[in-house]
């Protein structure tokens, strides 16, 4: 297995240099680069036999640096591991879990060993999405992944797979081969700050109450001078979540707020009680 990164930004040159080994390439980045037909018809003339995943964000991470406004990829040639893809629109389907289950349904789990996701972040419900995914594909095969972003704009987001990215996409890649070993894990460098309140109603991933106060009249109080930021400074202040059942909390990240009904949507369920 071999390993390449590299970067492009608005400063860099956008030529890639070619190399027809490679099996993968995951390219994390801004709108304004994932929009540029220059730049994804180069990615794709670099590496004409790889399946090449595009997703936007809300900051890259190059080396030990936060940027914006950059792609940062990786190329991924493997020895023995085989790679299959699947992408699709979840315009197509009744809902996120209805499009988890259908997008992971497509791959033979025979020596199937890892999935990685990436999906649309402004449409999708990455709770029920998961929720589809795992109903079909067993326990023991890790699933990882995660939901694009769109800067502090909350607009839309772009996903593609070997083509210019779009709103509304979700891909899927599936490894297969008994000589890969994968291992995951997840770290959050969040502070809670506030009073622990209880969820009194909400429908999925909307939000409406809290201690049965409107959930966005509360939030706007904890934000003070920020509020006026919003939605843009929401990035900042994601909410910790505490399930029932569970005793680790979730971080969930704010897709949208609506004024009128004065509700807030996140990138997962927020649940009652």
Known sequence: MKIKQFQITDNHQYNVEKDDLIDVVLCFGSKHLLNNKKVITNISS???????????????????????????????????????????????????YDAGKNLVSRFDTQDLRYIFVLSDG?????????????EVIDDHIPITGGLAGDGPNFQNSLVGLNEQPTSGKILALA??????????????????????????KSNANELFEIDGKNALELYKEYLG???????????????SVQLQDSENSLVRTILSIDNESKSMHFAGDIPEG
């Not at 402004?122 to 029920?128: A, F, H, I, L, Q």
Request: charged share 20%.
């Open 122 to 134: 402004s449409k999708v419900n990455g709770s029920e999405l998961v929720k589809g995914m795992n």
């Open 225 to 239: 001078k920020y509020s006026e930021e919003l939605p843009g400074s929401a990035l900042l202040f994601p909410l």
């Open 46 to 96: 670099a590496f004409p036999k790889a399946d090449i995943a595009y997703c936007s964000t809300a900051g890259e991470i190059y080396d030990d640096q936060v940027l914006d406004n950059s792609i940062s990829a990786v190329a991924i040639q493997f020895d023995h591991t085989h790679v299959l893809s699947n992408s699709i629109s979840i315009d197509q389907y009744s809902d996120s």
């Open 175 to 200: 490894f297969y081969g008994d000589k890969l070993k994968v291992s995951h894990s997840s770290m959050g460098g969040w502070e809670p700050f506030g009073l622990q309140r209880l969820v009194t």
